[in-house]
């Protein structure tokens, strides 16, 4: 709920699925209402199957000079205090990121990054630029992308659009990375150091590697930098927790098109299982789960995934 800006998603909707739930016989455990964290062994002893949605929130780092300079965010942590504290204090705690004239890059590309421009700028951001790896899509269909298939073109969504009527620019620089963060006397962080990219195919096993374009190098002004570069699976304690065995992606893995994991009655779906995606692929994967946990218990299933 945190993670998710407010002007993105209003939290009286998911209140108000949560009460949906509730009336449907649905019963969430908190810290807050058991006074304790809930063991996995406590789980497993108490319950006949345990299917684990965690999503996908081991955030991938940058690995460049300098980053141990204060003033470095993961996305989520930002967007979350900065919700969190809206919604206790309307940031009366001062328990959030302000990026209220400072010069702000965000690493990334997604929706996520997309979340961090809009925070960023309502805060009253001096500035705000967004680095993305990949080049920019074409703004109209290429002729390889007829429909009925999902265009792919330049997306520009509520953050760059409000950047681009306060600042005059599209926030996106892209086929670039960091190679440095540059950081004062006193560790903190004034600027990162940026370099283009170009994509190369292998003649060998064709596949595209990206390459440091010489002489590209450049230095942007940065107090705040956020993280943004997306998430490389499950967080270590719960798997370790359950046991569970993981794949090369540190995903909980199961067999192809199964749901249940390597400890028995234990079962994963969603992003935990898949890595990061969809909402609505989440969803279908949660009633596939239900349908093989239903068939694990009773011998058979009544349940219909359409």
């Not at 002893?45 to 955030?59: H, I, M, Y």
């Not at 680095?131 to 999902?150: F, Q």
């Not at 963060?181 to 292998?202: C, H, M, P, Q």
Request: net charge negative; with cysteine; proline share 3%.
């Amino acid at each position: 709920m945190y993670g998710i800006p407010n002007m993105k998603l209003e939290k009286h909707i998911i209140d108000r699925k949560i009460k949906v739930m509730e009336e449907e016989g649905v019963t969430f455990v908190t810290n807050s209402n058991v006074g304790k964290d809930v063991k996995a062994e406590k789980l497993l002893k108490e319950f006949d199957r345990v299917v684990l949605c965690c999503g996908s929130s081991n955030p991938r780092d940058i690995s460049a000079p300098g980053r141990d300079a204060k003033g470095i965010y993961f996305a989520v942590d930002f967007l979350t205090a900065n919700t969190k504290s809206l919604l206790d204090s309307d940031f009366a705690d001062q328990k959030y990121v302000d990026t209220k004239d400072k010069n702000v890059v965000i690493i990334g590309g997604g929706d996520t990054g997309n979340d961090c421009v809009g925070t960023a700028i309502r805060h009253g951001a001096k500035s705000v630029t967004q680095i993305e790896m990949m080049p920019k899509a074409p703004d109209l269909r290429a002729d390889n992308n007829p429909w009925p298939e999902w265009p792919k073109v330049c997306k520009t969504d509520y953050g760059q659009q409000e950047a681009i009527e306060i600042y005059g620019h599209d926030p996106r620089i892209y086929e670039s990375t960091v190679k440095e963060f540059l950081k004062d006397k006193n560790g903190n962080l004034k600027a990162v150091k940026i370099v283009s990219l170009t994509w190369e195919k292998d003649a060998e096993t064709g596949r595209m590697n990206m390459k440091e374009v010489e002489g590209s190098e450049k230095t942007l002004d940065a107090e705040i930098v956020l993280i943004a570069a997306g998430f490389l699976g499950s967080q270590k304690y719960v798997t370790d927790a359950f046991k569970v065995a993981l794949d090369g992606r540190t995903n909980v893995q199961t067999a192809p098109g199964k749901f249940m994991t390597s400890v028995d009655r234990v079962f994963t779906a969603g992003d935990m299982h898949t890595g990061q995606s969809l909402v609505v692929k989440a969803i279908r994967q949660g009633r596939e789960c239900a349908r093989e946990v239903d068939e694990s218990l009773m011998g058979y299933t009544n349940l219909y995934v359409q």
